[in-house]
């Protein structure tokens, strides 16, 4: 709170109204008394600040700008009840990296960030939540949205970056090493880097294992390598998102095994991208136009190859449009076909059967040869873990479910049959995600302001989706997977003729 004192000591050091006109004094009084101007551009040790109690729930509160102003370190206000610190964006209130996520501190006059050394969130009755645990001198917010924490002296090191804790969003020349992960706002997805390539996986069960554990791998992204050749044994890779409009995968540093260029590649504009990891379980580039951010890259063009792109037991056709597995039901966007969730190890469950669909990315996927659909269903069926399997009548691939039952494709091939375990009972439960769904909303949110533009730019341009205009000039921007699951009552209709 030195801010306030500070700026106080310069309106009372000011000349008597005799030397200034009023209005100026007055005009001058009204800026520096109003709080959300009052971000500072360093901390020093003994900074604390505290969430203001009258902030509007959907607004944050400043506390350090960077030297430009495009990016502040901020208290935001999660689920009304609760804070994170975060790096914004500051024209498109975009967050762009988020501290101690779990658990979040409440939003009260109990919970104070306080700068000694480290950077601490603290609450007067349960302590620490997050912190730095460094030993520095001074906090500062870079002019591409990088958190300092530099040391003491003339040429000062830095002993803590934010750079190095990615949240779900990566910026320009952001180093992504393997020792990292981006996670999703609603905590099911996660990118990491592999050996030789980009892995995105999945979590969908509640009970899904340690936080180590990534969980299921549903997309991966091989290098090219036509520049370099990744060696093995050669160290690991990092991706960096580069000012020049493409994400590139690089070995030792500087070699460049793998480019992927954006729509705006090669066009200037340095420090305007960014890539994030979406709730839906795409990575998605965006480049910011100077008033809004426009969609620029898609790591995964076909949205049936999203895991779950039609919700839990949904069906998704390539064209773009969304069934449920179960025709006799209807789908409707936002809700679950069937209720997904635990195993069925203390569940009763009924079986579902389906022919002419197959599981998304099955390149990926592990199966086993099977000689008869009964084999492979028999072996679903005495495994309370498994949650269903897809078969393959002309290979004999089987292939088990052994996660909550997402999204499979419709294919025009009747000898590929599914077999799913529903759960029995009545009433549709959401997947257990807690605070995340507070911070994803906030986002889409965020993004719904900001990225209509930005949407509309990007339907343009995708590809394989061919009808659907209508719809989604009504939709209006909420994203584009939204328009896929809008898009299922045309197909409804269809079916059940
Ligand atoms: C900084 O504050 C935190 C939380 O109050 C405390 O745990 C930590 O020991 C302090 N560090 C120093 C160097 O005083
Ligand atoms: C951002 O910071 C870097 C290094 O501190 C500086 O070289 C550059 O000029 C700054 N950019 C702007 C737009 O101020
Ligand atoms: C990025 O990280 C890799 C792996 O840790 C390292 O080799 C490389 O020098 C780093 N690059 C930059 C620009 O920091
Ligand atoms: C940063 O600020 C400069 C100068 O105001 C502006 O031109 C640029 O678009 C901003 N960049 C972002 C990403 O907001
Ligand atoms: C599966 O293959 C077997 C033997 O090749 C055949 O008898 C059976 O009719 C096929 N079933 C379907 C549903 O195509």
Not at 426 to 452: F, N, Q, Y
Request: some cysteine; aromatic content about 12%; charged content about 20%.
């Amino acid at each position: 709170m030195n801010t306030y004192k500070y700026k106080h000591y310069i309106i009372y050091s000011l000349p008597p109204f005799t030397m200034y006109g009023f209005p100026i004094i007055y005009t001058a009084i009204l800026l520096l008394l109003s709080p959300p101007n009052a971000a500072l551009q360093e901390l020093l040790r003994g900074f604390t600040a505290t969430p203001d109690s009258s902030l509007p729930v959907s607004s944050f509160q400043p506390l350090l700008t960077d030297s430009i102003g495009n990016y502040s370190l901020a208290f935001l206000r999660v689920d009304r009840t609760h804070l994170a610190l975060a790096v914004i964006h500051v024209s498109s209130q975009v967050p762009l990296w988020i501290a101690g996520k779990s658990p979040l501190a409440p939003w009260s006059s109990q919970t104070r960030l306080s700068f000694n050394g480290s950077l601490v969130i603290s609450h007067s009755h349960t302590g620490v939540f997050w912190s730095t645990y460094t030993d520095g001198h001074r906090v500062r917010l870079s002019n591409t949205s990088n958190l300092l924490i530099e040391s003491e002296g003339e040429s000062p090191v830095v002993v803590w970056q934010s750079f190095d804790f990615p949240y779900n969003t990566l910026v320009e020349n952001q180093n992504f090493t393997s020792a990292m992960k981006l996670v999703s706002s609603n905590g099911m997805y996660s990118m990491k880097l592999g050996s030789d390539f980009i892995g995105f996986y999945a979590r969908f069960a509640t009970n899904s294992g340690p936080d180590s554990d990534p969980g299921r791998l549903y997309f991966q992204h091989n290098p090219m390598e036509t520049k370099a050749h990744i060696t093995k044994g050669e160290g690991p890779i990092h991706a960096t998102l580069s000012p020049n409009g493409f994400l590139g995968l690089y070995q030792n540093s500087s070699n460049q095994v793998d480019l992927q260029p954006f729509s705006s590649f090669q066009q200037p504009g340095t420090g305007n991208r960014i890539i994030r990891l979406e709730p839906d379980g795409n990575l998605i580039g965006y480049y910011w136009t100077g008033s809004s951010w426009v969609v620029d890259f898609k790591q995964i063009a076909n949205p049936c190859d999203l895991p779950s792109s039609c919700g839990a037991y949904g069906l998704c056709r390539p064209g773009n449009s969304c069934s449920c597995l179960d025709n006799r039901r209807s789908y409707s966007s936002g809700d679950q076909c069937e209720t997904s969730g635990d195993d069925f190890c203390r569940k009763r469950y009924r079986v579902l059967r389906r022919s002419g669909v197959e599981l998304a990315n099955k390149e990926i996927m592990a199966y086993t040869m099977m000689s008869s659909l009964e084999k492979c269903e028999r072996a679903c069926e005495e495994k309370c873990t498994c949650w269903g399997a897809v078969y393959s009548n002309t290979s004999g691939f089987c292939y088990a479910i052994d996660y909550p039952v997402q999204t499979l494709v419709e294919v025009m091939d009747e000898t590929k049959m599914g077999y799913f375990k529903v759960r029995e009972g009545a009433g549709k439960d959401k997947m257990g995600v807690g605070l995340w769904v507070g911070l994803g909303s906030l986002c889409g949110v965020v993004l719904l302001i900001s990225g209509v533009g930005g949407v509309v730019l990007y339907r343009k341009e995708s590809r394989g989706v061919k009808g659907y205009e209508e719809e989604e000039g009504i939709n209006g921007g909420v994203g584009p997977y939204k328009n896929l699951r809008s898009a299922s009552s045309k197909s409804i209709e269809l079916s059940e003729r």
